[in-house]
């Protein structure tokens, strides 16, 4: 397993933007997965953008698709979500993800390591 710790959320006015990032310690060479996802009060936790190691695919959902970029730095030590054009229904607590248990995982029971969160507030 990996440990990640998220930072970078925060209160913005639609139209803003922001960058998560997350930390991650521990074993990530072995890690094929890395992603973001999040969870709005009273909905399920979804997927929001993963990088497949392995293959080098990634994947964005259609809400965040051309908004949101995710990336890794050159150490492979910190995942990053920057976030642009943010939209009020983008509010959530953000999670860094890794460790999946299939090539192609996008749902949140197929992750078995998890960051604490960070919350992302958007005002109209």
């Known amino acids: 397993q990996v440990g990640l710790k998220e930072s970078g959320g925060g209160s913005v006015q639609a139209g803003g933007s922001l960058r998560l990032s997350c930390e991650i310690s521990?074993?990530?060479?072995?890690?094929?997965?890395l992603g973001w996802f999040r969870q709005a009060p009273g909905k399920e936790r979804e997927a929001v953008a993963i990088?497949?190691?392995?293959?080098?695919?990634?994947y964005y959902s259609d809400s965040v698709k051309d908004r949101f970029t995710i990336s890794q730095d050159n150490a492979k030590t910190t995942l990053y979500l920057q976030m642009n054009n943010l939209k009020p229904e983008d509010t959530a607590m953000y999670y860094c993800?890794?460790?999946?248990?299939?090539?192609?995982?996008?749902?949140?029971?197929?992750?078995?390591?998890w960051g604490q969160g960070t919350q992302v507030t958007v005002s109209s």
């Open positions: 993800a890794a460790g999946c248990t299939w090539a192609n995982a996008r749902e949140w029971y197929d992750y078995n390591s």
């Open positions: 990088i497949y190691s392995g293959s080098g695919n990634l």
């Open positions: 521990g074993n990530i060479h072995k890690t094929r997965c």
